[in-house]
């Protein structure tokens, strides 16, 4: 197998914003994301700021824009709870009150996706204390709340509403 090359270091900021629209051109990305990516490839921390500053003015590079289209995404996907959604976009650099902005406050959504969590990893409903211990610790560790993590359980088995079908 061939040893990974080094990519060249960008020296200038025509080189600079270039990558980074390229990397813009493939999904959204938050200012800090950018930053460690930029200052990856160009030592020249004045540079990378110009370049960063750039991409804000031109409004290619959108902290918002970024949280509103990772919100969206989670939340089609649905196997992770709120809670979770707010921690990997803090991981990602994004600002608590821009994520309280964004993440959406429609509980039934979450309940909704809660349960076709559930159904989607357990193919019945728990039928011991300890089975049901173990649906929830699921539920929580994949950022749901209490009040969903209980809705998913005790409608487990209840016709339409039912998780598992």
């Known amino acids: 197998m061939k040893p990974r090359k080094e990519p060249r270091p960008l020296e200038s900021l025509g080189d600079l914003k270039s990558y980074a629209l390229w990397l813009l051109s493939s999904r959204e990305y938050s200012q800090a994301r950018m930053l460690t990516k930029l200052s990856g490839r160009c030592a020249d921390k004045d540079l990378v700021d110009g370049c ?5 003015e ?19 996907k ?17 600002d608590r009150a821009l994520i309280n902005e964004y993440l959406i406050p429609d509980d039934e959504i979450w309940l909704r996706n809660a349960a076709k969590t559930l159904s989607k990893k357990f193919k019945s409903p728990a039928d011991s204390h ?16 209490m009040d969903q993590i209980r809705y998913a359980l005790d409608n487990a088995g209840e016709g339409d509403e039912s998780p598992f079908r």
């Open 52 to 56: 960063l500053s750039e991409l804000l």
């Open 58 to 76: 031109s409004n290619y590079l959108s902290d918002e824009r970024m949280t509103q289209s990772y919100v969206r995404m989670a939340v089609d």
């Open 78 to 94: 649905g196997s992770d709870g709120p809670m979770k959604i707010a921690s990997k976009l803090m991981q990602k650099g994004i």
């Open 130 to 145: 300890e089975a049901r211990q173990k649906q929830a610790r699921f539920l929580a560790n994949r950022g749901f709340m």
